[in-house]
């Protein structure tokens, strides 16, 4: 009997302007050996960020707490979906150690969701905040956190933490949300965003192009953002990571991100960081003060 064979889409061939870097060099060489004999994870490596070269290159990484398997599957995320390791209560001073030895002077922490948790991981947040406090006072602190599923005592522990900048991704529009981010939900990651901003944290948040969203959508989106009291606002490229995840719709050329971030500025965003390879903590050490009172303006 005839089969018919049915052949896959072609993959979409990456535009010049998404071509990186290989990394290399000597600061390179020494974060990649600090990371891997303190037993840490980082964002960096577990999500393929396009960036790796050039941050690791500058002496800089994101740092995922919590372990490296998410109890989410969200269809664009590169890190592992299933049951973490139970939680590592050491790892908060591993962090806190590294950043002393990597000399860095603005540092990201972001971490897996652990829905199973009933602190969905904020203790160890807390602890990992005021352990890198403690080592390195100098130090300016990003949190890149997630929703805790809408368990504001636990968003609270946070807070409580006051580092500098709390960011929370709302990742793409309402429309693709449920497709996009299955456990989570639209309005609940713009609740987070307004609690922070009630309790005077300085807040972020990032949105992926390229996954089918319209112009129209963005500008909402990014409206949403701005009226729950987002301050600073990344929008980056959507890259796919393996077979198994969304497929990338359309590569948004240059011209267009940089007419998002004057829009972005228009509108009344702090700060905005509007291109193809940008990631949420891509610049992060920019977004710690307002534009108006930063020391490097």
């Known amino acids: 009997m005839e089969t018919t064979q049915v052949q896959a ?14 990394p290399v060099g000597e600061n390179y060489r020494r974060v990649r050996q600090i990371v891997d004999t303190h037993k840490l994870h980082t964002i960096c490596e577990s999500g393929n960020c396009p960036n790796m070269g050039e941050c690791w290159g500058a002496g800089t990484a994101t ?11 969200c269809g664009f995320c590169a890190v592992a979906t299933g049951r973490p390791l ?17 000399k860095i002077k603005h540092a990201v922490i972001t971490s897996v969701d652990r829905d199973e948790l009933p602190d969905g ?40 933490a006051a580092p ?30 307004r609690r922070l901003k009630q309790a005077g944290m300085r807040t972020k948040s990032g949105i992926m192009l390229g996954l089918g969203e319209t112009r129209d959508e963005v500008l909402q989106a990014m409206e949403d953002l701005l009226n729950n009291g987002c301050d600073v606002l990344t ?7 393996t077979p198994h995840h969304l497929p990338v ?11 998002y971030r004057e829009i972005g500025y228009q509108m ?18 920019r977004h710690v003060y307002p534009r108006k009172s930063a020391p490097h303006s």
């Open 86 to 102: 139970p939680v590592d209560w050491d790892e908060p001073q591993r962090v806190a150690e590294a950043i002393y030895l990597m």
């Open 63 to 73: 740092f995922m707490i919590l372990g490296n398997i998410c109890t989410r599957s």
């Open 235 to 241: 929008l980056g490229q959507y890259l796919q990571p």
């Open 9 to 22: 889409e072609p993959k979409k061939k990456k535009p010049d302007w998404l071509r990186v870097k290989l």
């Open 268 to 285: 009344g965003f702090d700060y905005v960081e509007s291109g193809p390879l940008v990631r949420s903590s891509y610049h992060a050490e």
């Open 164 to 193: 500098e900048v709390v960011s929370h991704n709302l990742e793409t529009v309402e429309r693709l949300t449920r497709k996009v981010r299955i456990q989570a939900k639209y309005h609940r990651s713009l609740e987070v965003i």
């Open 121 to 160: 991981g904020s203790i160890i947040w807390y602890n990992t905040i005021r352990a890198i406090r403690a080592l390195n006072p100098e130090t300016t602190l990003e949190t890149l956190i997630p929703d805790f599923k809408g368990n504001w005592d636990n968003l609270q522990r946070i807070i409580d």
């Open 249 to 259: 719709e359309r590569y948004v050329h240059p011209d267009e991100f940089a007419e």
